[in-house]
């Protein structure tokens, strides 16, 4: 008996000595790891939501400081449109896309009904019209989502989803 307790001693330490580490948060009691995870989702939102307003003001100083340098800007939808892709670096996304994006489409309703952010994502939903300069049509009403990450007090992923449909027919002229 005593021998089998001894083993099962030498397994369970065994057991423990090779369990996964644990993350500073995982070593943490769940209330305490709950807290630290909501106060990096508030401060996601934050700076999410502080880049959309220099967007919209057209502060591209504030924009740009708040822009991780390996920021990847993507937009889901149809590749025949211009501004379609994924834009990869502060320089791409600033030196290539935002000039092709800015003379294809003019936002002239934006309307963010939800937003939330848990950890270093932050994700956003609601429901824009945009004009598209190579047809000078606008699109009807249509719903978006974006989704955020951040890394460092900077955003590092602009993840851009639309119905691609409706801003492809206009940008078209269908």
Known sequence: MRSQ??????????????????????????????EVENDQGDETLSIAMDFMDAMGKGDMERMISLMH???????????????????????????????LFGKNF????WNTEDAFASGDTAAFFG???????????ETKEFTFALRVKVKDGKIILWNWFEDSYEVSNKYHGV
Do not use: Y
């Not at 834009?87 to 030196?95: D, V």
């Not at 003019?106 to 309703?109: G, L």
């Not at 429901?127 to 049509?137: A, D, I």
């Open 127 to 137: 429901r824009m019209v945009g004009l598209l300069t190579s047809s000078n049509q």
């Open 5 to 34: 307790l001894i083993v099962l001693i030498l397994a369970i330490s065994f057991l423990v000595g090779c369990s996964p580490k644990k993350t500073s948060n995982e070593s943490q009691s769940p209330d305490v790891r709950e």
């Open 69 to 99: 340098d390996d920021m990847v800007w993507h937009n889901e939808g149809d590749a025949s449109m211009p501004w379609i892709g994924p834009w990869k670096g502060k320089q791409a996304i600033l030196e290539e896309f935002m000039p």
């Open 106 to 109: 003019k936002t002239t309703k």
